[in-house]
Each structure stands twice: as C-alpha cells, then as structure tokens.
C-alpha cells in the first residue's frame, strides 16, 4: 500500500487534472460570454429593424455588429480551448456551430443593410401621406356625386351609400397605419 502512495504521488500529474479542471470553466465562461453576445446582437438587430430613424437604426446596427464580433472572438478562444484538448463531442458540437454561425452572419448582413436603410418607415411615411390625399380625392368625387344626385327621390339611398363608402375608406386608411 506504502509502494502503491508513493509511486501514486511521484508517477500521477496533479497539475493535469487542475488544467482539465481549468479549461472546463473557461469553456463555460466563454460560452455564457457567447450566449450573452449572442443575445444582445439578435436584440440589437431587431432594435435597428424597428427603429423610427435612419440615425437610431445606424447605431442599433452598429451595436449589433459588435456583438457579433465579440461572439466571433469568443469563438476563437473556444476553438483554440476545444483544439487544446479535443473530445469528439465536444469538436462535433463546434463544428455545428461554426456551420450554424456562419449562415447566421449571411442573414444578419442582409437583414442590418435593409434595416439602416429605413424603408419599412420610409415605405409607410409615403403610403400614409399618398393614403390620406387619395382619401380626400376620395370624398370630393363622392360629395360631387352626392350633389349631382340632391333633390332627385334617390338622394337619401345615394347619400347613405356614399357615407358607407367614406367610412369604409376612412376605416382601411386608418388600419393601414
């Protein structure tokens, strides 16, 4: 038993296990880092989609490139980590990832160009004003029709269609907003 102690203590590596243990937490803090990063640029873009102004959308935009870098760092690290002491699953999943990361950026790219571009709001300023001069081209032809038709015995039936179709347009602009 004494033979079995000493040969344990001079022929085992503590130190290995310490560095195994190490490197497990450091894979963890650099993927809740990840994760982390990952949130706040998914969030950033969607802030940037939805921002009321060219300006507000440009630094949305901006913040979520640089969250996207900083997961891209975070990889970096955690590739080296995973390189350093490779298990197989460990290796499969960050492959997956990489994949996954990779079509991901495709799509963030896309998506932040037309964001800062604004033309979901530009789109609904111009149908909007377009929307309200088309409703009141809408009325006065209709008040036209409404006067051509004043005294005769259909002015009443006339007058009630005419309402109901000023309300109809007046409620599809509203909605449209």
Partial sequence: LLLFVVIS?????????EDTYKNIVKK????SQMRDNLH??????KNAVMALTDEESREFADQSLAA????????????????AAPMQDERNLVIEFNNCWTELRK????????AVQNTNLKAASLSR????EAMQRFEHAL???????????????????????????????????
């Fill in 9 to 17: 203590k001079y022929y085992t590596t503590p130190m290995r296990y």
């Fill in 28 to 31: 963890r803090e650099i993927l």
């Fill in 40 to 45: 706040k640029s998914v969030e950033m873009e």
């Fill in 68 to 83: 996207s870098a900083a997961v891209e760092q975070n990889q970096k690290q955690l590739n080296s980590l995973i390189d």
């Fill in 107 to 114: 799509l963030d790219q896309v998506i932040l160009e037309l």
């Fill in 129 to 132: 004003e377009k929307g309200a």
């Fill in 143 to 177: 008040n036209d029709v409404l006067k051509s038709c004043s005294g005769t015995r259909n002015e009443g039936r006339v007058a009630r269609l005419i309402f109901h179709a000023i309300t109809a347009g007046l409620k599809i602009h509203n909605l449209h907003s």
